[in-house]
């Protein structure tokens, strides 16, 4: 993850020093970083210049000689806390007292991890996805005593370099990872209980409502397809799966008020007619370009039959 982030802020033009558990790792860091970037500008993925800044990326032989003069330090060591205290912990010593430290924990809750660093209202979460140099979503985390200026600070940042940001909660796996797993579970029943294989379960996700997800998200297409229907369903999948699939108390009173989504005027957000046309329409123009660009691109490898 490190060195895609990496690759993200040089290409960015931001000025990069990175170090690695031992010098011959950082130099080997440093070589992988910039063969990768001269790859992604040979796919025509990158623009030259950008592929060149990655040349520019320096290297430092420990953590004080690489966050002694930095703004922003990023951490992204193995997930494993003693080693991110002990990190954190030598990053915010070395580190000048106003420059924002972050780490790019998967699920370590943030009020543990600001327990190591000096002035820990400088610091918080900044959660990437791989591959982070084409992933736009970054989950910001801020931990209790982060300073909402700092906060400010490290979204503007993100939206500068091209990012999407949206600030959450340290609850457990954040909300990327928490939904994520919930999905990967009920795919891995489904399997579980014969109802189709493992290339079946995915193309029922990627090509059924998987196919709406960049554009929209499970608030916005709840809204679409109408709350009441939700309920319904969701009382089918209560009857034969359990408790998991219990509606939401909140779900019952806003359909009780008559909020059933879109077609009503408000659901999870309010619309009026117009506003309800052009989404509709700006939905079927996306959605048109998407199939259009699917049967453009060459079909990919999935991998083969064989596995579990
Ligand atoms: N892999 C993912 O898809 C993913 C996605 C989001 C977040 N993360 C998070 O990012 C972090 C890193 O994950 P990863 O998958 O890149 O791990 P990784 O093992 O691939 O990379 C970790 C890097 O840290 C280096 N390192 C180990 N000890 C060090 C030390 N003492 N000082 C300096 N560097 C040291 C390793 O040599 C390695 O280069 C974790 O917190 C992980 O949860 C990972």
């Given at each position: 993850m490190g060195l895609g982030v990496a690759e993200c802020f040089a290409a960015a033009g931001i000025d990069v020093r990175l170090t690695d558990a031992t010098q011959e790792l950082t130099r080997e860091a440093r070589e992988q970083l910039v063969k990768r970037t001269r790859g992604h500008a040979e796919a025509g993925l990158l623009a030259?210049?950008?592929?060149?800044?990655?040349?520019?990326?320096?290297?430092?032989?420990?953590?004080?000689?690489?966050?002694?003069?930095?703004?922003?330090?990023?951490?992204?060591?193995?997930?494993?806390?003693?080693?991110?205290?002990?990190?954190?912990?030598?990053?915010?010593?070395?580190?000048?007292?106003?420059?924002?430290?972050?780490?790019n924990t998967s699920s370590l809750p943030m009020d543990e991890l600001a327990g190591s660093v000096e002035h820990p209202e400088r610091f918080c979460g900044m959660h990437w996805f791989n591959p982070p140099e084409w992933t736009p979503g970054v989950e910001v985390i801020p931990a209790s005593t982060t300073d909402s200026e700092v906060v400010e600070r490290v979204v503007e940042f993100l939206r500068a370099i091209g990012k999407r940001p949206a600030i959450v909660g340290s609850g457990p796996g954040f909300v990327a990872n928490r939904i994520q797993m919930a999905l990967f579970l009920e795919a891995l029943r489904c399997v579980e209980e014969g109802l189709a294989s493992p290339q079946e379960v995915d193309e029922v996700v990627r090509s059924c409502f998987g196919f709406r997800l960049p554009f929209f998200g499970p608030f916005q297409i709840a809204d679409m397809a109408g709350l009441d229907?939700?309920?319904?369903?969701?009382?089918?999948?209560?009857?034969?799966?359990?408790?998991?699939?219990?509606?939401?108390?909140?779900?019952?009173?806003?359909?009780?008020?008559?909020?059933?989504g879109a077609k009503s005027g408000a659901g999870f957000l309010t619309y009026s007619d117009e506003e309800r046309d052009r989404l509709l329409l700006e939905r079927d123009r996306r959605y048109a370009a998407l199939n259009e660009l699917l049967e453009?691109?060459?079909?990919?490898?999935?991998?083969?039959?064989?596995?579990?």
């Open positions: 030259a210049e950008a592929a060149e800044r990655a040349k520019a990326v320096e290297t430092a032989d420990n953590t004080e000689g690489a966050v002694g003069n930095a703004e922003l330090v990023f951490e992204a060591v193995p997930e494993d806390l003693d080693l991110k205290h002990e990190i954190l912990s030598a990053c915010s010593e070395a580190a000048p007292t106003e420059a924002v430290i972050v780490s229907v939700y309920i319904s369903v969701l009382k089918t999948l209560k009857e034969g799966l359990g408790e998991r699939f219990e509606v939401p108390s909140w779900l019952h009173e806003l359909v009780e008020q008559g909020c059933t453009r691109l060459p079909p990919m490898e999935a991998g083969r039959d064989g596995g579990t």
